[in-house]
């Protein structure tokens, strides 16, 4: 693709905007509502005991491996349930990703007992992106990813990272999991904004804290599902084994397809789970992203917040607010507190605007840092990449803090100003 070509496309895709306003009176249609309604008197057992009896019935399997998940899972299954301002359907939703979560368990634990041998693999020197969400971070983790001596989790391992037993391919000799990442990837685009903030294709780079999901760890649940006192026991719990049993499911992934490239990861809580992160990857090397809070958060605040729009009976905004921005706000402290733990030999800083300015020398920074020098065939792999994957192309979402969600930008510079002060991030909300 010519320059020129790029240029023209990335034109074409400016003029795609979305705003997204009923942050500032939410209110659902009148024949939306009546449906909601209609199903809350619908019976929906959101026991552990039905979660586990339902995966089981789904893959034929009956050995989850070490039990002391179920705690994890009854906090979650509890909270939701709990919630009397979550519609019925939002709830039979979460079930539903409980119960995925659970198979994909029975799933890893039967490839474990008949391949022993994939725990005595090395996952060695990978390159993890600890960015934010919303920070850029998988954009960043895609391009290094594009370098031929690299590999990445795709979204449909990241799905199902282990097979069910007895599918086989299609006639086509795609996975099935493939398949299933594609179909789930075309409902997601179906919205139209969602399309623009987050691709999830199958073959797109995602983050690995979805390997740990089946252990029901991971704060990618806060994003399935309003669950306070679910994060202060993850706050509180050592993260550790959970990022233990990802890596084991890693290897499993690495046994499936051998690759003789070392591996391209990134997950969003890594920046508040270093210690656990350095313990189970000791020769890793960590990037660290850094964009302006303010540009985090509300992205954050409109990504998550279209769920509390949809989800709740009365969308509680004000709530939905504070507690997304107290965990930016986490995230960012607890990075700054634990990244000396990582040698400076093996942590790159990066800042938002110098990769905006030159994405490919931004990438190359990584690589060298991780001892993969530069060379023309890396240069083309990262250049193909910027030039199939120009930015907004799907659209760009116009987002307003103090608009849609009543924040006081001055006082958030100043509540963020620990952060801003040690890394010179380009403000880009005004």
């Not at 496309?9 to 905007?17: G, P, R, S």
């Not at 959101?46 to 906090?75: C, I, K, N, Y």
């Not at 198979?103 to 990978?126: M, T």
């Not at 030039?387 to 760009?396: E, K, L, S, T, Y």
Request: hydrophobic fraction near 40%; aromatic fraction near 8%; include cysteine.
């Amino acid at each position: 693709m010519s320059a020129s070509t790029v240029d023209k496309a990335k034109d074409a895709v400016e003029t795609k905007t979305f705003h997204v306003d009923a942050f500032k009176n939410p209110v659902l249609a009148e024949d939306q509502r009546q449906a909601l309604e209609a199903e809350e008197a619908q019976p929906l057992d959101m026991s552990v005991d039905a979660v586990l009896a339902a995966a089981q019935a789904r893959t034929g399997l009956s050995d989850f491996g070490p039990r002391d998940f179920e705690a994890r899972l009854g906090r979650l299954l509890g909270e939701v349930e709990a919630d009397a301002n979550v519609w019925r359907r939002y709830k039979a939703q979460f079930v539903e990703q409980c119960v995925s979560a659970a198979a994909n368990r029975l799933r890893n634990q039967d490839f474990f007992k008949n391949h022993p041998e994939a725990d005595d693999l090395r996952i060695d020197r990978p390159i993890i992106i600890v960015g934010l969400p919303r920070s850029g971070s998988t954009h960043l983790e895609n391009l290094i990813g594009a370098d031929r001596r690299l590999r990445h989790l795709p979204v449909w391992l990241g799905y199902q990272a282990t097979p069910q037993p007895g599918e086989t391919a299609g006639p086509d000799g795609r996975d099935p999991r493939w398949e299933r990442a594609q179909q789930r990837w075309e409902r997601m685009r179906a919205n139209p904004i969602m399309e623009a903030m987050h691709e999830h294709s199958p073959d797109h780079a995602c983050g690995e804290n979805e390997l740990q999901l089946p252990d029901f760890a991971t704060y990618q649940w806060e994003w399935m599902g309003d669950v306070p006192k679910w994060r202060d026991a993850y706050f509180a719990e050592d993260q550790t084994p959970h990022y233990a049993y990802g890596r084991k499911v890693l290897k499993a992934i690495s046994l499936q397809f051998p690759r003789d490239r070392r591996w391209m990861m990134k997950g969003n809580q890594h920046s508040e789970q270093l210690l656990a992160l350095n313990k189970i990857y000791p020769d890793a090397t960590i990037v660290m992203n850094h964009r302006d809070p303010l540009a985090i958060l509300q992205s954050v605040l409109t990504m998550r917040g279209m769920y509390v729009l949809a989800s709740q009976k009365r969308p509680d905004v004000a709530a939905h607010v504070a507690y997304w921005t107290d965990r930016i706000e986490h995230m960012l402290r607890a990075y700054i507190r634990d990244m000396d733990a990582v040698p400076q030999a093996r942590r790159v800083d990066l800042m938002f605007q110098d990769i905006m300015a030159d994405d490919v020398g931004s990438a190359q920074q990584v690589l060298e840092a991780a001892g993969l020098p530069a060379t023309a065939d890396s240069a083309e792999d990262l250049r193909d990449y910027m030039d199939h994957h120009p930015r907004g192309r799907a659209g760009r979402v116009v987002y307003d803090l103090e608009g849609n969600f009543g924040l006081d930008v001055r006082a958030l510079r100043e509540r963020f100003s620990f952060y801003t002060d040690l890394f010179p991030v380009k403000h880009e909300v005004k």
